[in-house]
């Protein structure tokens, strides 16, 4: 006990120290020690930023401007101006997958929070926001170290629209209004609200319709995805829009793919017209990595060089991720292809997000969150908030008999599976190094004598040898929890699933293990994409089934905690789990959202498949039970209209007033639900709000329009209020890709509630 007295001031001294030291970072640029700064206008803090970025592109020559177009920004000693690289990522923890960001002495590693996938289950959009706070409290500190920048490309808000890609373990799930508002979100946490001034520059990718990376002989390099001006507005550009508009993201990142022939980062459409001209982006525009040589080498989209690097930056791109600018621009620009003052404009954008970060503001200990160090990583509340994301983002898929919660008067538990025992499986992928991980088999421990076989060497799971140990450990066990699933070897980048069902011989282990054992067995899965378990849900031996995406650096822990009560789950699932035979009929390459019977083409997502599933969007149960009753919600609604002055054919077309044509501000509503908790255990219950337009050539798709999390202590009643905006809430879009709010009978589905607003605008008071 002396010993540890007199070691712990020795440690104290050093973790100060060690903070010390990282808070003296050299400024990057406009270093008050450095004479030549003290005259620049650019370095003059009390200046509009638009001013000092004017003049400081004003003194710098071609080549320097050039050599500022990549990711691997070049240093301009002569303006006292730092190399700088660009590329980090941050999807849900600080990551070393880019450049932009090591581990190493004071910062061994980070909070690794669940796949974004896991979390977009909770259905939280105060979580989404607090883990984009703690990942830049931890994102800053390490640039203060010296080991990151302060430029995030993430979140991936793509939408998961085919069950097979490798990346949708990366998104917020199917839904483009959850994927947007867990853009706006997770942004407004990584970047703070203190006005212009910016945390750390958040990016939301990839923009657009990208999807597909690698697929039956496809790849995202040569995939030209056709997709109709209806689905673009309705599915692929929501979460983008939502992650500008309301999020204020200070980055977009354009994606490999072409859209509709044109590649998306040399589309002036997409990027000129749409993100910085209708949505107002106030940031940068960046490629995917080496996308603009992608365009030119393997898309052959011009035919030289020059003229890539011309169509790219005209079209509204002004970072390049990769070398290609760097090495073209210049004669872009001599051979005439291409102004200086369009390179100026791509610089003006990128460091303007520089010096709202306070790059320029000289020594970084002086600034907002310079104080951040070391300290401020791993930190005992952030490993908290992993556990408590962990727990929120478990799905209780099946529940016979209340086999769940295990009793924890146990006495063995035998824990089986190729993931019982695993660590860095649970941080998924773009992840970096975690503080420490607790395994499913670690977690289980705290609560019950366990018995561990893995069953298979991974999840390949090539041969059965090892399931007659595993039957003997089932026979003789109080309770067997199977974890079973997926990892990086089955879905990543770059590699997009073959199936949908369990690989190898999981399933015949599931079936045996569960046929041997003496007491309930649970099955737990661990994945990012939807799995076909429709054998397990059938089978009467399988007590409960889990759904745990990615759970995180904690994701053992908050297991073990679902699985004996300790935690009630809430969690949700944020896309559909097909059945395997429905991948027959949809090719990955095909974009279309909507059901097309005439080719037997069975459409997308809850919101356009209408077929058998395994479990639906939405689907997630509890320990408790919970009852909903409306309290408050509008019958009628007339829809006022902006302006009389408008052509009558184009507003009113087939009974639906456009969106643009309407007064939307007039037009929010109020929806009151009473949520009580009629069950014995205190739960945490999702509130979903549908909505579905008027019969008829609109079809009959619901749409969540909202969600709101409730906390119930049993007995207890909470009135929720869910804001409904027509425009945005009770609109379609048709085929022209043009919002428009149908004339009619609108129904809103709240559990198993169903309630209708009668929408009526008059068209016969529009004048031509």
Not at 54 to 65: A, F, P, S, V, Y
Request: aromatic fraction near 8%.
């Amino acid at each position: 006990m002396a010993d540890k007295i007199n070691t712990l001031p020795f440690l104290l001294f050093l973790l100060c120290l060690s903070n010390h030291i990282v808070e003296s970072r050299e400024p990057f640029a406009c270093d008050p020690k450095l004479g030549l700064t003290r005259s620049l206008k650019f370095c003059r803090v009390n200046l509009p930023i638009h001013v000092r970025v004017r003049d400081l592109i004003g003194r710098l020559t071609l080549q320097e401007k050039i050599r500022l177009l990549v990711n691997n920004a070049a240093a301009v000693p002569r303006l006292g101006i730092q190399g700088y690289e660009w590329w980090s990522e941050a999807l849900h923890g600080v990551s070393n997958v880019g450049p932009g960001t090591k581990f190493g002495g004071a910062f061994p590693g980070a909070t690794a929070f669940p796949q974004v996938i896991t979390t977009a289950a909770s259905f939280n959009e105060s979580l989404w926001e607090e883990i984009g706070r703690v990942v830049s409290d931890e994102a800053r500190a390490m640039y203060n170290g010296g080991m990151a920048g302060l430029t995030y490309w993430s979140p991936n808000v793509n939408v998961f629209r085919d069950p097979r890609w490798g990346r949708g373990q990366e998104t917020p799930g199917e839904d483009p209004v959850v994927a947007g508002k867990y853009a706006a979100s997770y942004v407004r946490g990584l970047q703070g609200n203190n006005g212009i001034r910016l945390k750390v520059a958040a990016c939301c990718k990839h923009y657009t319709a990208y999807d597909l990376d690698n697929w039956n002989g496809v790849d995202r390099y040569h995939f030209n995805a056709r997709v109709s001006k209806q689905d673009l507005e309705d599915t692929y550009n929501v979460p983008f829009k939502s992650c500008v508009v309301a999020g204020k993201v200070a980055s977009v990142m354009c994606s490999y793919n072409q859209v509709n022939g044109k590649p998306t980062c040399a589309d002036p459409y997409l990027l000129k017209n749409t993100i910085r001209g209708e949505w107002g982006l106030n940031g940068y525009i960046v490629s995917d990595c080496d996308s603009v040589g992608v365009l030119f080498d393997t898309q052959h989209y011009t035919a030289t060089p020059e003229e890539a690097a011309a169509s790219t930056i005209r079209a509204g791109l002004d970072l390049d991720c990769g070398p290609f600018l760097a090495i073209h621009t210049e004669n872009a620009v001599k051979g005439g292809l291409l102004k200086e003052e369009d390179v100026n404009m791509a610089l003006a954008n990128t460091i303007t997000v520089q010096m709202r970060l306070g790059m320029f503001d000289g020594e970084p200990s002086a600034q907002p969150f310079g104080n951040l160090g070391p300290r401020d990583v791993c930190t005992p509340a952030h490993q908290e908030l992993a556990l408590q994301a962990a727990r929120q983002g478990i799905v209780l898929l099946q529940n016979r008999g209340r086999t769940l919660p295990l009793s924890r008067t146990l006495q063995t538990v035998a824990v089986i599976g190729p993931n019982s025992d695993v660590t860095v499986t649970m941080i998924g992928n773009y992840a970096g190094v975690a503080c420490g991980y607790t395994t499913p088999l670690q977690g289980i421990r705290r609560y019950a004598k366990t018995v561990h076989l893995s069953g298979c060497n991974d999840v390949f799971c090539n041969g059965n040898q090892q399931f007659n140990a595993a039957e003997v450990a089932a026979r003789h066990a109080d309770a067997t929890i199977l974890v079973m699933g997926l990892d990086q070897s089955i879905e990543a980048e770059f590699r997009d699933r073959k199936g949908l069902l369990l690989p190898g011989y999981q399933q015949e282990l599931v079936s045996r293990v569960a046929r041997a054992s003496r007491g309930p067995t649970i099955l737990v899965l661990m994945s990012g994409g939807p799995i076909d378990v429709s054998f397990a849900k059938n089978d009467p031996r399988i007590g409960a089934i889990l759904w745990v995406g990615y759970p995180g650096q904690a994701g053992g822990a908050a297991i073990a905690d679902v699985l004996f009560g300790t935690a009630n789950p809430g969690g949700k699932l944020p896309m559909t789990w097909y059945p395997h035979d429905y991948l027959a009929k949809v090719p990955m390459t095909n974009m279309g959202m909507r059901a097309d019977p005439s080719r037997g083409y069975p459409g997308r997502t809850y919101r356009f498949y209408k077929g058998p599933v395994v479990f639906p969007f939405g689907h997630g149960m509890s320990y408790t039970t919970f009852a909903h009753s409306l309290v408050q919600a509008p019958r009628e609604v007339s829809v006022p209209l902006a302006s009389l002055h408008v052509s009558r054919n184009t507003t009113g077309a087939s009974n639906a007033i456009r969106v643009s044509h309407a007064n939307c501000e007039a037009l929010a509503l109020g929806v009151h639900i009473d949520v009580k908790n009629t069950g014995d255990m205190d739960g945490t219950h999702t509130l979903l709000v549908f909505s579905s337009p008027p019969v008829g050539k609109w079809s009959t798709q619901k749409q969540l329009i909202g969600f709101e999390k409730v906390h119930l202590v049993t007995g207890s009643q909470k009135r929720v209020k869910i804001d409904i905006h027509v425009c945005k809430h009770l609109s379609v879009v048709d085929r022209f890709g043009i919002r428009r709010i149908p004339n009619g009978e609108h129904y809103l589905y709240i559990g198993d509630l169903k309630h209708s607003i009668s929408l009526q605008s008059n068209l016969e008071e529009i004048k031509s």
